[in-house]
Nanobody, 125 residues
C-alpha cells in the first residue's frame, strides 16, 4: 500500500511564502497526474494545482502567478511553492495521485486514487 506524506505546512504572514512537499512511500518511477488540493473549514475540498508526468502544469485562477507546482527529482517529491500568501489561502493542503507507479528493487507497483493526510497552512498576521 502506498502512502503520500505532505510536509512544509505551518504559519506564514500575509505576503509570505511556504513550500509544501509531497513524498510517496517509495521511489517514484512515473505518475499520471499529481495534484495539490485544499480544504478550508466549512468549504469543500478544491483543486489548487496539478502536474502531469510529462510536466504539464495547471492552476486554479486564484493562485496563478503566486503558486508553482514542480517535481523535484533529487528529493523525489512533488512540491508546491506558495508565494504572496493571503489569509484566504489558509486551509489543509492535500496531495493526490491519480495514478502513481513506484519502483522497488524487484518490481513496479501501480496505485490509483491516492490521497495524503494533509498539512495545515495558516496565513495570519
Amino acid at each position: 500500500q502506498v502512502q503520500l506524506v505532505e510536509s512544509g505546512g505551518g504559519l506564514a504572514q500575509p505576503g509570505g511564502s511556504l513550500r509544501l512537499s509531497c513524498r510517496a512511500s517509495g521511489r517514484i518511477d512515473s505518475f499520471g497526474t499529481i495534484s495539490w488540493h485544499r480544504q478550508a473549514p466549512g468549504y469543500q475540498r478544491e483543486l489548487v494545482a496539478s502536474i502531469t508526468g510529462g510536466g504539464r502544469t495547471n492552476y486554479v485562477d486564484d493562485v496563478k502567478g503566486r503558486f508553482i507546482i514542480s517535481r523535484d527529482l533529487a528529493k523525489d517529491t512533488i512540491d508546491l511553492q506558495m508565494d504572496s500568501l493571503k489569509p484566504e489561502d489558509s486551509a489543509v493542503y492535500y496531495c493526490y495521485a491519480s495514478t502513481i507507479i513506484l519502483k522497488s528493487a524487484m518490481a513496479f507497483h501501480k496505485y490509483q486514487g491516492v490521497w495524503g493526510q494533509g498539512t495545515l497552512v495558516t496565513v495570519s498576521s
